[in-house]
């Protein structure tokens, strides 16, 4: 999943689990690492994704990750923060927790693979991802209805956990 995609599903399931910081951290990080594990779309459209860097990626997809990163963080920082009055420190935790796993692939993936935990969690990271078998236009829209599903689950969760916090 993209960035943004990823901080939207993370708050709206982690926001009312927590209130401590540290927790929505590692909320974050597990959300993560499910919604990577179903079918959407990133990166993985593209052939040997896995070996893209943040100075390897092309123009454009820096571009449009900046971009989707921008408006799935706007969008939740208006709907969780402003909206709904939610901790924005406790924001800013879960929605970190829930890109780290990618910052560290994208950024510090050759420093972390030095170290025998940073390369099992690399391993562990590229075996639990959900990669598409065959790119081929159904497949994708597939995937892509699957996660907008997925956002959607997440937004009406935190509706629903909401009333009873």
């Known amino acids: 999943m993209l960035p943004g995609a990823h901080i939207i599903i993370s708050n709206g399931i982690s ?9 929505g951290f590692i909320l974050g990080v597990i959300m993560h690492h499910l919604t990577d594990s179903l079918p959407h779309i990133d990166l993985n459209i593209l052939k040997n994704y896995n070996e893209f860097t943040i100075k390897n990626l092309p123009k454009n997809l820096k571009i449009l990750l900046t971009f989707e990163f921008l408006i799935g963080f706007l969008f939740s920082l208006l709907y969780f ?3 709904f009055e939610k901790n924005f420190i406790l924001f800013l935790f879960i929605s970190l927790g829930a890109i780290f796993p990618d910052l560290i692939m994208i950024f510090f993936k050759r420093a972390f693979e030095k170290y025998g935990f940073g390369r099992r969690y690399i391993n562990f990271h590229k075996n639990f991802h959900y990669e598409l078998k065959n790119n081929s236009i159904k497949n994708v829209i597939f995937s892509g209805i699957i996660e907008i599903l997925i956002i959607f689950l997440s937004i009406i969760f935190f509706n629903l956990s909401s009333k009873f916090v």
Do not use: G
């Not at 926001?15 to 927790?23: A, E, K, M, Q, V």
């Open 81 to 83: 923060v402003y909206f």
């Open 15 to 23: 926001l009312n689990l927590t209130t401590n910081p540290i927790s």
